[in-house]
Each structure stands twice: as structure tokens, then as C-alpha cells.
């Protein structure tokens, strides 16, 4: 900035100009002149002590670092997806969620969201390659034909089955450890000669037939109940394996005393239904009862 003085109008370089708020040494001293000028005297003097390196310097424009790996990754995203809020050169104060930017931390922001965002953007590019391998093993499996170019960019594609795979004809033998907890049996289901085939004191569970045995510990009591409960079942068992015989009744008709006698009336408080009762007045029970059943099921 120490170039050529231009005209006697303008103040000589280096100056501060007005507004300037940083320090400038023995100002505070200096009355009577412009702002510019007195910054120019003091810039310039030697009875002022300085570092003679003055504070402004000339703007040279510094050469754009080259682009790393990050920026070209970032750089195809957009070109791919069209996503213009995640870039390169993301600007501070942005409020928007950025991608895996909780894992890096230490730097500055537009350093931060670089590395994040790349790193994203690597995962799904690294997601898609694994997508479209996958894709292309099915193919080979199925017998067609699949594109060179898938095969060169592949990894790792190599198959030694082709589908449909067979199924398994022999079952393999269940492996048991004898090291593993083996679980208890029911004393429901285990035999009578069992000696296990009780419940401990203090089950509260229903056990069958133990309602009527007393005067023994609960183990025995609950042993005696089961097995006699086992028995039973086997019993009914054991009968339904059997062939049924139905005996049919053999039904009899046997004479009954007619209801309605033939020139004979009811016996007064007789409660049961007779024909057309309840059209005859004037006459006793008796003989408003008088042959009042159908001639057809009248007897004699």
C-alpha cells in the first residue's frame, strides 16, 4: 500500500479511514487534523514505536486449494439427485439437518459439514454397489445372462448354487447339550413308578382327586392323587378303544283307561281339558261332561 502519492487533495497511503475502530498507537495525542492524515503521520513516522509492519497489507487473491475427495463425491450427489441444500460450501448458520454431523466435531462449521456430508454420501453409494451386487447374484443363480459391466464392477460375485436349491432329504440328527438347562417334566405326564411324580409343599395349582386324601405330607398326597388321576385316564382310554353295542328298548303298548267314558261325565274338580266346556251353561259339571269327547274316541 505505500505507492505513489496521487495529488495533494488525498491523503498519502497507508491511512485508516473513518470509522476505523482498531488501534492505532499515539492517537490520542494527536488534535487538528483529519482522522486519514493523522493515521498517515503515525503509519509513517519513525518517533513512533511500531513493528513496522503495517496493519493493512495489499489483498492478493490466493489460489483456489484443489478440490479433494469429498468435494467430488458431494459434487456428484448433486448431479445425480439434484439436492441443492447439501453441498460443498455449506454456509454457517444453516439450520437444517445435516447427515451424520453429530460425529464430527472440532472444527469449523463449512469443514464440519463437508465431512459429514461425504461421509453420507459414501454409506449410500457403498449401499447401492451392495443393492446392485446382490441383484446381480440372483441373476447368475437363475441361469441369465448378465452384462459385463456388472461383473467388472462387481465384488466378489461368485456362486456355486443355482436356484430353485434342492431341498434337504435327510433330516440332521438335534444336537443336545449337556451342558444346556434341561427343562422338567409335567408330573402330569410322567408314569406312575416315576418317584418325581409329585408336587413340592406350597404349589398352589389344582391337582385332581387330592381334595379327599389327608393325613399324609403334601408330596405324598399330591403323588397318590395323580396316580390315582393316571389310572382313571388310562381306564377311559382303554374303554373307548372298545366296540360300542346300543341295546334298544323294546317298547310296549299297554292298555290305558279311556279318558272319556261313554254316557259318563267327569268328576267335579276335574282339571284337565274337556271339548267344548266352555260353550254349555246351566248344567252341572257332571253332565255338561256327558259324552264330550268325538264320537270316534268314545269306548264303551
Do not use: W
Not at 454409506?123 to 441361469?143: A, C, P, S, V
Not at 366296540?243 to 268328576?267: E, M
Request: aromatic content about 8%; proline content about 9%; overall charge positive.
Amino acid at each position: 500500500m505505500r505507492g505513489a502519492r496521487k495529488s495533494t487533495l488525498m491523503t498519502p497511503d497507508p491511512y485508516h479511514i473513518p470509522g476505523y475502530c482498531g488501534y492505532c498507537p499515539q492517537f490520542k495525542y494527536q488534535i487538528g487534523e483529519t482522522f486519514g492524515r493523522t493515521t498517515s503521520q503515525l503509519l509513517t513516522t519513525s518517533t513512533v514505536a511500531s513493528s513496522g509492519r503495517p496493519v493493512l497489507s495489499d489483498i492478493i487473491p490466493q489460489p483456489r486449494p484443489p478440490r479433494d475427495s469429498r468435494r467430488a463425491l458431494i459434487a456428484a450427489r448433486s448431479l445425480n439427485l439434484g439436492d441443492q441444500k447439501l453441498c460443498d460450501e455449506m454456509v454457517p448458520n444453516y439450520t437444517g439437518y445435516i447427515p451424520k454431523g453429530e460425529h464430527y466435531f472440532g472444527k469449523p462449521y463449512a469443514d464440519t459439514c463437508l465431512s459429514a456430508i461425504a461421509s453420507f454420501q459414501g454409506d449410500e453409494l457403498k449401499h447401492h454397489r451392495n443393492i446392485r451386487d446382490l441383484r446381480t447374484i440372483g441373476e447368475l443363480q437363475r441361469g441369465k445372462e448378465v452384462p459385463q459391466e456388472l461383473l467388472s464392477n462387481a465384488t466378489l460375485i461368485t456362486t456355486k448354487y443355482k436356484t430353485p436349491l434342492k431341498a434337504i432329504t435327510v433330516r440332521p440328527k438335534e444336537y443336545n447339550s449337556p451342558q444346556a438347562l434341561q427343562h422338567s417334566l409335567s408330573p402330569f405326564i410322567m408314569k406312575n413308578d416315576d418317584p418325581k411324580k409329585f408336587y413340592m409343599s406350597g404349589y398352589t395349582g389344582f391337582v385332581p382327586r387330592a381334595r379327599g386324601k389327608m393325613g399324609v405330607g403334601y408330596p405324598g398326597l399330591t403323588n397318590k392323587a395323580l396316580c390315582e388321576f393316571t389310572r382313571e385316564g388310562e381306564r377311559i382310554r382303554r374303554l373307548k378303544d372298545l366296540p360300542v353295542t346300543v341295546d334298544r328298548p323294546v317298547i310296549r303298548i299297554v292298555d290305558t283307561k279311556p279318558i272319556y267314558v261313554k254316557d259318563s261325565g267327569q268328576v267335579p274338580h276335574y282339571t284337565g281339558h274337556v271339548p267344548g266346556e266352555k260353550f254349555r251353561y246351566g248344567m252341572t259339571f257332571g253332565f255338561s261332561t256327558q259324552n264330550a269327547a268325538p264320537k270316534k274316541a268314545l269306548t264303551v
